[in-house]
């Protein structure tokens, strides 16, 4: 079991946005709001990597490369997880 625990901002561009990587998932906390969220292991692969710098295509090519899966199915759930991060205010 590895641990990895990060408190710092995301890339929303906010401080009130805090977040760990505990056991592969992701908990993400607006400190605002008082919310939290919670990534499967998948959504943190693809937090960490947008919160690393990488374009949506790159994060797509790494997914599909990484589990065999077709590129624009990849591409749709990305695209829907940014939006579900944006519509919590946890993602620009």
């Given at each position: 079991?590895?641990?990895?625990?990060?408190?710092?901002?995301?890339?929303?561009?906010?401080?009130d946005i805090l977040?760990?990587?505990?056991?592969?998932?992701?908990?993400?906390?607006?400190?605002?709001?008082?919310?939290?969220?919670?990534?499967?292991?998948?959504?943190?692969?693809?937090?960490?990597?947008?919160?690393?710098?990488?374009?949506?295509?790159?994060?797509?090519?790494?997914?599909?490369?990484?589990?065999?899966?077709?590129?624009?199915?990849?591409?749709?759930?990305?695209?829907?997880?940014?939006?579900?991060?944006?519509?919590?205010?946890?993602?620009?």
């Open positions: 079991m590895k641990d990895s625990v990060q408190n710092v901002a995301a890339s929303n561009g906010s401080s977040w760990s990587v505990v056991d592969s998932e992701a908990v993400v906390l607006d400190t605002r709001s008082g919310h939290y969220f919670s990534l499967n292991p998948i959504a943190t692969e693809i937090w960490n990597q947008l919160h690393e710098g990488a374009r949506v295509s790159q994060v797509v090519q790494a997914v599909a490369a990484k589990y065999g899966a077709d590129e624009e199915i990849v591409r749709r759930d990305v695209s829907e997880l940014i939006e579900e991060l944006r519509a919590a205010r946890l993602w620009k």
